[in-house]
């Protein structure tokens, strides 16, 4: 079945963000010129994905202000004759069908994700994390790897990197053996894993592709750590029956949620912006040598 779909929750407080995301949403946080969540449904759409549900929360309309239309601002410029602004401020209202609903209480990923059950229906759908960036190659954008995963495996698909055996203890820790290249089938995890329960390096990391029966597993999810109801929890339970894919994506990705990712995703993306790159990496170069 194709995936069409996709639910990008965005409603967690963003506490290690603060105090920005007291009253910017961490989703909202610029890279170079565009905000974190701008990428993120570039990427769902350039993966063939038409409908997009953002889960948000108090205090985040102005994610919605961003893929709605400003006519005051839109008339301003084309009357100045800055078409190429206009262009630009358009462009995020012409993505992709967006709707939203809002989580009323931070209650963890897994309870983000039971909220798109109406949404999402019986079709299997895309998670992209909300405050993960990936930047790939264009022809092969993250999601869209796993969507193709999913239509040929037929199963839950996780998007997974190699972490240091320093961060696998505060990720999940996946048993993996390889179908063909970049592509794993997952039948264990563990979540935070002690150093001799290590599986293996691989960590799911940003993006998955869920079948409906998610909801199911999600609404007889008990909370787990920080009292919330953890995705990584129910996606256990499908490694440990039907089994996962795992997909190791070509993309490079970026937390938005920690300050070193925010650092990292503006400075690489500014490096390669048309506008700025150049004198940027010249700026660079030169700040280095003083380092
Ligand atoms: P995180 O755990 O990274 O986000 O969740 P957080 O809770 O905002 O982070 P900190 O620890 O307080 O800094 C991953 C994604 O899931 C969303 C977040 O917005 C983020 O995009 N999320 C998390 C929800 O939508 N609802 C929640 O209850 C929790």
Do not use: W
């Not at 990584?232 to 070193?260: E, F, P, Q, S």
């Amino acid at each position: 079945m194709k995936v069409r779909k996709a639910v990008i929750p965005a409603a967690g407080l963003g506490t290690r963000v603060l105090p920005a995301t007291k009253s910017i949403p961490k989703e909202m946080l610029p890279i170079v010129d565009r905000p974190a969540i701008h990428y993120i449904v570039e990427e769902a759409v350039r993966s063939g994905i038409t409908d997009i549900l953002i889960i948000t929360s108090r205090g985040k309309s102005s994610l919605e202000d961003y893929f709605d239309r400003a006519p005051e601002l839109e008339a301003r410029l084309l009357a100045s004759g800055k078409d190429a602004l206009y262009r630009d401020v358009l462009a995020p209202t012409e993505l992709a069908n967006i709707q939203y609903i809002r989580q009323k209480e931070t209650k963890g990923l897994g309870h983000a994700v039971l909220c798109a059950r109406e949404f999402v229906g019986n079709e299997p759908f895309a998670v992209l994390y909300g405050d993960d960036v990936i930047i790939s190659p264009p022809d092969s954008p993250a999601t869209g790897e796993l969507v193709r995963a999913y239509e040929k495996y037929g199963k839950a698909v996780v998007g997974i990197k190699e972490v240091t055996p320093q961060q696998i203890l505060r990720y999940s820790s996946l048993a993996v053996s390889p179908l063909e290249e970049r592509v794993f089938s997952v039948t264990d995890m563990v979540e935070k894993p002690a150093p001799h329960e290590v599986l293996s390096l691989y960590s799911i990391l940003g993006r998955c592709v869920l079948p409906p029966e998610i909801f199911d597993i999600l609404s007889q999810t008990p909370p787990g750590a920080g009292g919330e109801i953890q995705l990584t929890d129910a996606m256990y339970i499908l490694a440990r029956t039907t089994g996962m894919t795992g997909v190791d994506y070509l993309g490079k990705r970026y937390d938005m949620g920690n300050k070193l990712g925010i650092m990292e995703a503006s400075v690489e993306v500014a490096l390669r912006h048309p506008e700025i790159g150049g004198e940027f990496r010249e700026y660079l170069k030169k700040l280095a040598q003083t380092l």
